[in-house]
């Protein structure tokens, strides 16, 4: 089976021949960040970089695609909108040594500094961080004819093969609201400044809607939404809040995505956000990513949910890939597919990126353990 | 004890009311109340937030307001605090671990730290593990607190632990480390006095070693 219809078998809750798997490792799908990457290699992060590199080793290939190939990715690719030219020029084009080196700026005009190991970014300034309205921002104007062109080259070379996703570049809502406002503000416009959050939120959602569009023209077949509103032990925010401002936006973002094509809406967050599964599910969520096992019980989401939404990913990054033994995570993949894939609706993978502190044995027991148990009809 | 009449500046910070507690502190002092009762007050109301998270009431977005409204607070009452200083109850060095960038948590220990009085050094994100056991030294600190959300940066504050040793000075000073990644084995894998991953438990945990 192809791993196109093997996808959209899970998808659409029907058992495929094996459980689809598709493991987050950088530079492969995910960026990371509010930085279109289509085609700009050079702004990977050391952590991931190395993962690459070991993988593309043990399996003696140069190019992704032939890594993605013989690990057995059902999902490699993620479609964005292409890089402004401005901003192709000003950002993209100068490098590995500046970028590691130095504070570079988004699309949006975020900037961030790599931290001293280069895995991992800090915003240092947000462009609406001192200013009195959300008005003295503005996003930049998309042109559906021309700015989708990588996503269109993605969905002709590979579409037939693969489902492919495509990614909102500003992120969801609460995480682009912080971004553009600055953690603290953003979280105090939620509580005391409404008509700033609101205006903002607006900005936010017309933006989305028109990117969305965008990449569903040119045919991708799925839209990412990330948007971490879980931490270790429940949401960031009170669901009330969630429910005032951002539920509603979401709902007719995804009314609209699935006006525009017949897509999947796919939402990620990290961590515990099980207070507001069900309105996800109300609002039109297909998939949710990542199920970290640390902070949910996936099998009880699985019960509770599994019928009305396709769980992805599952597999701890925070404990058995990166601290575990082999046994030990070919035990967690068997659980996993023992409790989650009955039925399809279930995409087995890490529960966010590898990075460079997991085994190459873990990774590799991680594929082979899902390709050897995964198999439907399940039997483990 | 806080006098009932107060308990108005108790009820703001739990109401999370940053719009209003600048202008309730202005009216206490007006009134003549003393700086060290309306801080007690005020602390009265980050302790019932603190409780009310760890009794999932509150989300962590409810405890960055409740700091902020503290902090709205504090910048009414610091110049008043200087004529009528108490004792300080000791010294922390808080910090974001080499590689790691997260300072929500952290910055959540240092608002309910400070403003239960104790004197705060706070070295920001991603710092070396030595510029802790250095700060610790320099400035007699008794407990440091080293923040760290990352598996990749767990690790790393092993390094703190032994940087405290090659400076002598292990034994005078308690190690505690917070974030998402953190469990309870770290504690003897990297050699450090606690481990958690909740801020309030965090906060609770220095304050006994303090104030024992």
């Known amino acids: ?380 | 004890m806080v006098t009932c009449d107060l308990k108005y500046l108790t009820d703001a910070i739990v109401k999370l009311d940053v719009k209003n507690i600048g202008n309730l502190v202005h009216e206490a002092i007006a009134a003549g109340t003393r700086p060290l009762e309306i801080l007690k007050a005020l602390n009265m109301g980050m302790e019932e937030v603190g409780q009310r998270f760890q009794k999932n009431e509150y989300y962590l977005a409810d405890l960055i307001m409740a700091g902020e409204t503290m902090n709205e607070a504090l910048k009414v009452l610091a110049p008043y605090l200087k004529v009528e200083k108490g004792k300080i109850k000791g010294k922390v060095v808080l910090g974001t671990i080499e590689g790691d960038l997260h300072d929500i948590g952290k910055n959540i220990v240092k608002t309910m730290l400070s403003s239960a009085g104790f004197e705060i050094y706070d070295l920001g994100i991603d710092v070396p593990p030595k510029k802790f056991a250095e700060k610790a030294k320099e400035v007699g600190a008794s407990v440091i607190g080293v923040s760290a959300l990352l598996s990749t940066s767990v690790p790393t504050t092993a390094k703190v632990v032994e940087e405290l040793t090659k400076s002598g000075i292990r034994t005078k000073v308690k190690v505690i480390i917070g974030g998402g990644a953190v469990r309870k084995w770290n504690i003897e894998k990297f050699g450090v006095d606690d481990a958690v991953n909740d801020v309030v438990e965090g906060v609770k945990i220095i304050r006994s070693w303090m104030e024992d």
Request: aromatic letters at 12%.
């Open chain 1, 1 to 380: 089976m192809k791993p196109r219809e093997r996808m959209l078998k899970a998808l659409n809750h029907e058992e495929p021949d094996r459980v689809p798997i598709d493991v987050w490792i950088f530079s492969s799908q995910f960026f990371g960040a509010d930085i279109p990457y289509t085609d700009y290699q050079p702004l990977h992060f050391t952590g991931g970089r190395n993962v690459v590199e070991m993988l593309k080793k043990h399996f003696n290939v140069t190019e992704n695609i032939a890594l993605w190939r013989k690990l057995g990715q059902d999902l490699p690719f993620l479609a964005l909108r292409d890089p402004s030219e401005e901003f192709k020029q000003r950002v993209c084009l100068r490098g590995d040594k500046d970028f590691l080196e130095g504070v570079h700026e988004s699309e949006f005009g975020v900037k961030y500094r790599l931290g001293a190991t280069g895995r991992y970014w800090h915003w240092v300034y947000h462009p609406l961080q001192d200013k009195e309205s959300a008005d003295e921002f503005e996003f930049l104007e998309i042109d559906i004819a021309k700015d989708f062109s990588g996503a269109e080259k993605l969905v002709r070379e590979y579409g037939d093969q693969y489902v492919i996703l495509g990614g909102l570049t500003n992120w969801g809502f609460f995480n682009a609201g912080q971004l553009l406002r600055g953690w603290t503000r953003f979280i105090r416009d939620l509580y005391v400044n409404p008509r700033f959050a609101n205006r903002l939120l607006d900005k936010i959602l017309q933006f989305n809607i028109e990117e969305g569009r965008g990449l569903i023209e040119k045919g991708v077949d799925a839209i990412l939404i990330g948007d971490d509103i879980g931490m270790q032990t429940g949401m960031y925010i009170p669901p009330k809040i969630w429910r005032k401002y951002i539920k509603p936006r979401m709902k007719k973002m995804i009314d609209s995505f699935k006006s525009y094509g017949d897509v999947f809406v796919f939402c990620h967050s990290d961590g515990n956000f099980e207070d507001v599964i069900p309105d996800l599910i109300e609002v039109g969520v297909d998939i949710l990513n990542p199920i970290q096992p640390d902070c949910m019980d996936p099998a009880k989401v699985k019960e509770e949910y599994g019928d009305k939404v396709t769980l992805y990913g599952s597999v701890s990054i925070q404990e058995t890939l990166p601290f575990g033994s082999t046994e030990d995570v070919a035990s967690e993949v068997k659980t996993r597919i023992k409790t989650m894939a009955q039925g399809g609706g279930m995409i087995i993978g890490s529960s966010h990126f590898i990075e460079d502190n997991v085994p190459l044995s873990n990774i590799l027991t991680l594929f082979e353990t899902a390709k050897k148990y995964g198999k439907y009809p399940i039997s483990i």
